[in-house]
């Protein structure tokens, strides 16, 4: 129970007590997905009961982001900022690692957060929607622990270093009991499919404009797959 603790602890702001060791956790990133049960489970329990389609979707994204503490969220403002500048590698790594906050980063926020937004209170069943969209979000993040190459010492050079391969696998598995929702087996499969999509998207463009990742491209990450997510599930 020591790395899920140290997990719980890091991804989200529930009261847990004396912080856990966060090695054991590092030790072990492919558990990011039981992270998104608990994230999104909270959230589906919120919006059950809510008849309404738009105040369902608003509840269920405030309590993730607050949940979170708006730790990941505040990677993708970081990344709206990197994306908007111009020049060299060293200029944008500059604009996303800077404490201020710029217009790429409220651009990156309003759409991201309007895509989501759309996408819930489209999607049938909300409940089911943000619980998927959550677990996702998760896989991503243990997909891109494992796979981006870190660019500078941080967080996630750190987890990256204790990262193999395998976890690659272990994560996934994690994210199968979506499969036993009340949905059609092809639609978390497909979520899934998404979110590996959206992974390699990141890690690409993370090579190209910062020659790598760092926990701001990691955290935008989980941001955009929730978002890529549940407009996925709103067409379906």
Not at 17 to 28: I, N, P
Not at 99 to 108: F, H, I, P, Q
Request: with cysteine; aromatic share 8%; glycine share 12%.
């Amino acid at each position: 129970m020591k790395p899920i603790l140290a997990l719980l602890q890091f991804c989200t702001t529930l009261p847990l007590g004396q912080a856990a060791d966060f090695e054991q956790f590092a030790r072990r990133s492919y558990l990011y997905p039981l992270a998104g049960y608990v994230t999104g489970g909270i959230a589906a329990l919120l919006v059950f009961p809510i008849t309404s389609p738009a105040l369902g979707a608003a509840v269920a994204l405030a309590a993730v982001l607050i949940l979170s503490g708006a730790n990941h969220f505040d990677g993708l403002l970081d990344l709206g900022d990197g994306l908007m500048a111009h020049g060299s590698s060293d200029k944008r790594i500059g604009a996303m690692t800077d404490r201020n906050t710029g217009a790429g980063a409220v651009a990156a926020g309003i759409v991201v957060t309007l895509l989501a937004f759309a996408g819930l209170q489209t999607a049938t069943p909300i409940w089911a929607a943000i619980l998927i969209a959550e677990v996702c979000a998760k896989l991503a993040m243990a997909w891109m622990t494992v796979l981006g190459t870190p660019f500078r010492t941080g967080i996630h050079s750190y987890l990256h270093g204790f990262a193999r391969r395998s976890f690659l696998v272990f994560a996934a598995v994690l994210a199968l009991p979506l499969l036993l929702l009340p949905l059609p087996p092809a639609t978390p499969g497909a979520a899934i499919a998404a979110t590996g999509a959206i992974v390699v998207a990141m890690l690409l463009l993370g090579r190209h404009l910062f020659g790598g990742v760092n926990g701001d491209v990691v955290g935008a990450t989980h941001e955009i797959t929730r978002a890529g997510v549940l407009v996925l599930l709103a067409l379906l």
